[in-house]
């Protein structure tokens, strides 16, 4: 019996494990691409995903935004509501209730357009009061504060006077990824957003590349670097996969930001190392990592919390890692150089 029960636990967990990986092949027509060509392509790759109604959200949140408490994963507020007791209605504080928020206001795209009007990338629920004072500004770093969430987000203005609602620093890197994949998912449609509104105006460059004004390239690529992807960004991917059958590729690979928008900065795709599942640990097979053209210092592997639990030196062309004293988790390669870092993800189960 206990062998039994030993065994279906883990092949249950393998089942989850398997569930949240990224597909075979998934990437492969965006392989050796940068820049411009990298992000039509990956555009390509996501793009007719199954489309939602917008009461459908509610159901979905239940899968894609509930804490291990399942309560609701509200990323502006510290609140705990309940999925469905406390959806919004009415309120007039924060606290009174959830509701769903487009984090890409919806007035950017026109208002109630799909696919984008329902695109659970950009969909999160979130406190409807904190939702009301974020309004349509953008996401930004606040100079002069105006207000301030339970959970410490802000309103306020930047040092250029543009109204802004800025997110705590665990969740910038999230907001900056889903601003990365509408640029890609909606490239075909979000030069014309520009004119939509003032907001549109200050962040949007009227065009499908770079999509955004330079000031808020560099600030999404900075919140992409600064806050890496967290198991929270992995699990919401691969349950809206689930459900519209696209994915969000800077989550997948947080790496293709710079190669989109900062190619010069060197970033490329690391060989020999794509997304790779160690089952059982300790590896029998020797892992290594190949970054062509690049001369890079260190190479380093992190947790999901971003605690460094190996670190090599580097010799710019091939790097043995030993991971055969991982625990079972998720867990990012980072390769630095002078200018430049690249990520991708290894799963040890």
């Known amino acids: 019996m206990r062998k039994t ?3 279906s636990v883990i092949l249950f967990l393998y089942s989850l494990l398997a569930f949240s990986q990224i597909p075979s092949g998934y990437y492969d027509n965006a392989t050796g691409k940068t820049g411009e060509t990298l992000k039509t392509a990956l555009y390509n790759i ?3 995903h199954t489309q939602r109604t917008y009461d459908n959200l509610w159901t979905d949140f239940q899968t894609t935004d509930k804490r291990s408490d399942g309560k609701v994963w509200d990323m502006y507020s510290n609140i705990e509501f309940t999925f469905g007791t406390n959806q919004c209605g009415n309120y ?5 209730c959830y509701n769903r928020e487009h984090s890409f206001p919806k007035s950017w795209f026109g208002g109630e357009v799909t696919p984008m009007y329902t695109d659970l990338f950009h969909l999160y629920p979130t406190d409807g009061y904190v939702n009301g004072r974020r309004s349509n500004y953008p996401f930004g ?3 002069s504060i105006s207000w301030t969430s339970g959970n410490g987000s802000k309103l306020g203005t930047t040092i250029n006077y543009i109204t802004v609602f800025e997110p705590i620093d665990e969740y910038k890197g999230d907001f900056a990824r889903t601003y990365l994949y509408m640029a890609t998912r909606y490239e075909n449609l979000i030069a014309s957003w520009k ?5 549109t105006q200050q962040i949007l460059d009227g065009n499908s590349y770079p999509a955004f004004q330079s ?3 560099t600030l999404l690529l900075k919140w992409n670097t600064n806050d890496p992807v967290s198991q929270k960004e992995i699990d919401r991917n691969s349950a809206v996969y689930s459900i519209q059958g696209n994915r969000n590729p800077f989550i997948d690979h947080p790496e293709y930001a710079d190669a989109i928008w900062n190619p010069s900065s060197g970033v490329t795709e690391s060989k ?4 790779v599942n160690i089952y059982p640990n300790p590896a029998k097979e020797e892992i290594t990592v190949e970054i062509t053209g690049l001369k890079a210092k260190s190479l380093t592997i992190v947790n999901v919390i971003g605690n460094i639990v190996l670190q090599l030196q580097y010799d710019g062309t091939k790097q043995p890692i030993d991971i055969s004293k991982l625990n079972p988790g998720v867990y990012f390669v980072n390769i630095m150089g002078d200018n430049f870092k690249n990520t991708t993800r290894i799963v040890v189960y």
């Open 92 to 96: 007039s504080a924060e606290g009174d």
């Open 141 to 143: 770093e606040v100079s």
């Open 195 to 199: 004119t939509n509104t003032t907001e």
């Open 46 to 48: 996501i793009k007719d």
């Open 5 to 7: 029960i030993t065994l």
């Open 272 to 275: 020999n190392i794509p997304l």
């Open 215 to 217: 000031w808020y390239v």
